[in-house]
């Protein structure tokens, strides 16, 4: 069965989501300070995922931060995380880059960056081939989502892309681009 939150915990980093938007000078302090040590829970960033991916009925700003939070936590800890957090993680992302909203594809693009240039695109090798399949969806949510985050990958693992390791994967992208140069929508 999939992970699912416990109610007690997503309700408290919730609670924490919004202490985090307030003004205040100590209120932020205090809310980084329990992020930290909320860092020593290896579920703790299943809830930040879930709360980016699933918890549609939160504000997209809210969603937005719990996903940046975890980008923050793949950049500092990623080495530490559990491998069932790390596949889920990396499920979920898949699963949320056409989410209806603009801001949250463009987080989960991000989000996928960090961990494909933390972890290095080898330790995920379906990624690219799956956002390239995307790319022919009929929903352009799902095209533009993932067009987002290649485009977010070509930027910061540009090395990689032209690697033998990886059987060059710019030789299948390169073409797969092109294709979309007479697309009806300009952001894509």
């Not at 924490?16 to 829970?41: C, Y």
């Not at 793949?74 to 992302?93: G, L």
């Not at 990689?160 to 140069?181: C, G, M, S, T």
């Amino acid at each position: 069965m999939a992970w699912q939150p416990q109610e007690e915990g997503l309700r408290q980093i919730l609670q924490l989501l919004k202490e985090s938007q307030s003004p205040d000078t100590a209120t932020q302090r205090a809310v980084q300070q329990k992020l930290e040590e909320l860092n020593k829970f290896p579920d703790f960033n299943n809830y930040l995922i879930f709360v980016l991916t699933k918890l549609t009925s939160e504000d997209e700003p809210t969603r937005s931060l719990s996903g940046l939070i975890l980008k923050n936590n793949v950049k500092a800890h990623y080495n530490k995380f559990m491998p069932e957090v790390t596949e889920f993680i990396k499920k979920e992302c898949l699963a949320a880059v056409g989410d209806p909203s603009p801001l949250i594809r463009a987080t989960v693009g991000i989000l996928i960056t960090t961990i494909a240039s933390k972890g290095e695109l080898t330790s995920w090798p379906d990624l690219l081939p799956t956002l390239c399949n995307l790319l022919d969806s009929q929903d352009y949510n799902v095209c533009e989502g993932s067009f987002g985050a290649l485009q977010k990958i070509c930027e910061d693992s540009a090395e990689e892309l032209d690697n033998d390791a990886l059987n060059r994967p710019l030789n299948v992208l390169i073409p797969k681009f092109l294709q979309f140069f007479r697309h009806s929508s300009p952001k894509i």
